[in-house]
Nanobody, 126 residues
Framework: QVQLVESGGGLVQAGGSLRLSCTVSGLTFANYAMGWFRQAPGKEREAVSCINWLGGATYYADSVKGRFTISRDNAKRTLYLQMNSLKPDDTAMYYC???????????????????WGQGTQVTVSS
């Protein structure tokens, strides 16, 4: 049974920072590309950032480049998203994924199935 559990979301003022974490069980974490997606009210799901299985390749949405940093600790089976200089437009439910890799201008399915967490809410006030 594969489980992805996000944490670290919350309510912050514009300009603040949050660090999201995703702990993974039930799969060999080091063999999976990992990523973060988000969905805001009235908007489509958006790939925020993803990282390949060894951490040597990453993708960032243009809207978060220079502000967000994705990283992974394979020994801890944990994925992170450091979010700085937060803006109200960053308000969304953030989902952790396993099995979606950096590809072109997004995070695309790998040749393995993908898994999704339940999400953690990030709200940025103006």
């Amino acid at each position: 049974q594969v489980q992805l559990v996000e944490s670290g979301g919350g309510l912050v003022q514009a300009g603040g920072s949050l660090r999201l974490s995703c702990t993974v069980s039930g799969l060999t974490f080091a063999n999976y590309a990992m990523g973060w997606f988000r969905q805001a009210p009235g908007k489509e799901r958006e790939a925020v950032s993803c990282i390949n299985w060894l951490g040597g390749a990453t993708y960032y949405a243009d809207s978060v480049k220079g502000r967000f940093t994705i990283s992974r600790d394979n020994a801890k089976r944990t994925l992170y998203l450091q979010m700085n200089s937060l803006k109200p437009d960053d308000t969304a439910m953030y989902y952790c994924t396993a099995g979606l890799r950096p590809y072109g201008d997004s995070c695309a399915p790998a040749s393995q199935r993908d898994y999704w967490g339940q999400g953690t809410q990030v709200t940025v006030s103006s």
